[in-house]
């Protein structure tokens, strides 16, 4: 499985962008799909979450109701749309999958997000 971010970019506080994920294989309607974030010196931080189906979401406390995630499982594809950005979401985003019945996991190359204030 190969994941793929795009979407990322400079945008300034208060603005808007809309991440997409990728994804290669058959399966992606069985995983589990998340955006997590990291900025240089600290942990990996989980934003947001997305069941297999996409009933099911969870998200971080610092991006709820502003960040929505969603996925399309025909299309292979979860996109998380960020608006009123601040500068401290500035981080590498990261799409990661996860598939409960091979307990496999895989993670995308990232994608920079930067918001000035």
């Known amino acids: 499985v190969q994941l793929v971010e795009s979407g990322g970019g400079l945008v300034q506080a208060g603005g808007s962008l809309r991440l997409s994920c990728a994804a290669s294989?058959?399966?992606?309607?069985?995983?589990?799909m998340s955006w997590y974030r990291q900025v240089p010196g600290k942990q990996r931080e989980l934003v947001a979450s997305?069941?297999?189906?996409?009933?099911?979401?969870n998200y971080a406390d610092s991006v709820k109701g502003r960040f929505t995630i969603s996925r399309d499982n025909a299309k292979n594809t979860m996109v998380l749309q960020m608006n009123n950005l601040k500068p401290e979401d500035t981080a590498v985003y990261y799409c990661?999958?996860?598939?409960?019945?091979?307990?496999?996991?895989?993670w995308g190359q990232g994608t920079q997000v930067t918001v000035s204030s």
């Open positions: 294989g058959s399966t992606f309607r069985l995983n589990v």
């Open positions: 990661y999958a996860w598939y409960p019945s091979t307990t496999r996991t895989y």
């Open positions: 997305i069941s297999s189906s996409g009933g099911s979401l």
